[in-house]
């Protein structure tokens, strides 16, 4: 079955320094999308690629769809405390269109 | 405007028993998937219900079943409880095949002992 890996599992960070996380599917998607879980809480959908080489920007936050549809990355520039959350990917495939979630990326942002 | 509600929020069951978990959609979307999160890890899918109708499963035994009723709302229901089967159990609706992202509920936290 289809499945989405992501990396790196933890990341520490000191505040003001950037942070990349970096999915893969073993499968062509549909698209992808993103959500942020803090510490907690329940995941909170952020957005949704669709397009091959797709990029978009949600203020200090950068997603990237590959041009393959099988990778994604999400970058964002000067952390702050806020950032503090684990980062999903999810990747959308299949006749149904199931959502299938990578392991996630549990950044740390040091003050 | 109303998101997911799950129902209830904390659970303690015993090895053997059964549970049955609550979720209403949002306002507007008319499907509903389950996913279970083990501490640490990421959202596991469990089944998806759109017309009332199971439309896919995750890997997931018999144990797990679920209903959909006709005002989008969805039980999920886990039967001969496992210690394994502690975890965060997540609702998540969207409208349509399609739908752009899901919203999530907060979550059912239930503990097998």
């Known amino acids: 079955g289809q499945q989405v890996m992501q990396i790196p599992q933890y990341q520490h960070v000191q505040e003001g320094e950037d942070f990349t996380t970096y999915c893969n599917s073993s499968t062509t998607l549909s698209n992808i999308q993103w959500y942020k879980q803090r510490p907690g809480g329940h995941p909170v959908f952020l957005i949704q690629?669709?397009?091959?080489?797709e990029v978009k920007k949600q203020k200090r936050l950068t997603f990237q769809f590959g041009e393959a549809k099988k990778n994604s990355s999400l970058h964002i520039t000067a952390t702050q405390t806020t950032d503090v959350g684990t980062y999903f990917c999810?990747?959308?495939?299949?006749?149904?269109?199931?959502?299938?979630f990578g392991i996630g990326t549990k950044l740390q942002v040091i003050p | 405007d109303a998101g997911v509600t799950q129902s209830p929020t904390h659970l303690i069951k015993t090895r053997g028993q059964q549970v049955t978990l609550r979720c209403s959609p949002k306002?507007?979307?008319?499907?509903v998937s389950w996913y279970q999160q083990a501490l640490g890890q990421g959202p596991q899918f469990i089944f998806q219900y759109y017309e009332e109708e199971e439309r896919q499963r995750g890997n997931f035994p018999d144990r797990f079943s679920g209903h959909q009723f006709p005002n989008y709302s969805s039980e999920l229901n886990v039967n001969a409880l496992l210690l394994g089967d502690s975890a965060l159990y997540l609702c998540?609706?969207?409208?349509?095949?399609?739908?752009?992202?899901?919203?999530f509920g907060s979550g059912t936290r239930l503990t097998v002992v």
């Open positions: 690629l669709v397009k091959s080489g």
């Open positions: 999810a990747g959308q495939s299949g006749g149904y269109q199931k959502v299938t």
């Open positions: 306002s507007g979307h008319d499907t």
């Open positions: 998540a609706s969207s409208y349509g095949a399609l739908g752009y992202g899901y919203t």
